[in-house]
């Protein structure tokens, strides 16, 4: 039985009376998407950047959490970011659904059936809703945008160092561009 409703309605309780079916949603303003399963280069890079990002968040003592994790903030009921980080003073914080609030950094890989999605709709929404930074990690063209949020827009960092090394500026660190996408050479991408 499929389950519909008008545009701009949808809330997480009617996720509930979905099929549970091993698809995932997100919710954005009211609207429903379905997101698909990460391929398997994606996950992998969610994999490199989880052991990259980990250290330095365990220092200061963050929080670092792949996928799939619900996170709810204005307008999101919920998103599922690929990764979600927020330091010790941030205005995230998790609770026994997901994450409730807008985490410091946010990591989205792009794959083919969602590239518009995270890079117009869910850059507005992050924007909105306060997420300091933005990371757009393109697996087919090799490149990570680092966005900062900047007058109420995320913009790409102005700081990140021309090579191959990509900065967060929020978190004060770099990492090398190779090892985010070690590997993925032997799956054919």
Do not use: C, Q
């Amino acid at each position: 039985m499929a389950v519909t409703k008008p545009a701009g309605t949808w809330t997480y309780e009617d996720l509930f009376s979905l099929p549970d079916d091993g698809r995932r949603y997100e919710i954005i303003e009211g609207k429903l998407y379905e997101m698909p399963a990460p391929a398997f280069v994606d996950a992998l890079i969610i994999t490199n950047l989880m052991l990259l990002l980990g250290p330095t968040i365990e220092k200061v003592r963050g929080w670092l959490v792949s996928a799939p994790v619900d996170v709810f903030f204005e307008g999101a009921n919920p998103v599922g970011p690929d990764i979600i980080i927020f330091l010790p003073e941030s205005r995230a914080h998790a609770v026994p659904r997901g994450v409730e609030g807008p985490p410091d950094l946010l990591v989205e890989v792009l794959s083919p059936s969602n590239r518009s999605h995270d890079l117009l709709t869910k850059r507005v929404l992050y924007a909105r809703a306060g997420v300091r930074e933005y990371w757009i990690v393109d697996p087919e063209n090799r490149t990570v945008d680092v966005l900062t949020l900047d007058d109420g827009s995320l913009r790409s960092a102005s700081s990140m160092p021309v090579g191959d090394d990509v900065a967060s500026p929020l978190l004060g660190t770099s990492f090398p561009l190779t090892a985010i996408f070690a590997r993925i050479d032997e799956i054919g991408v």
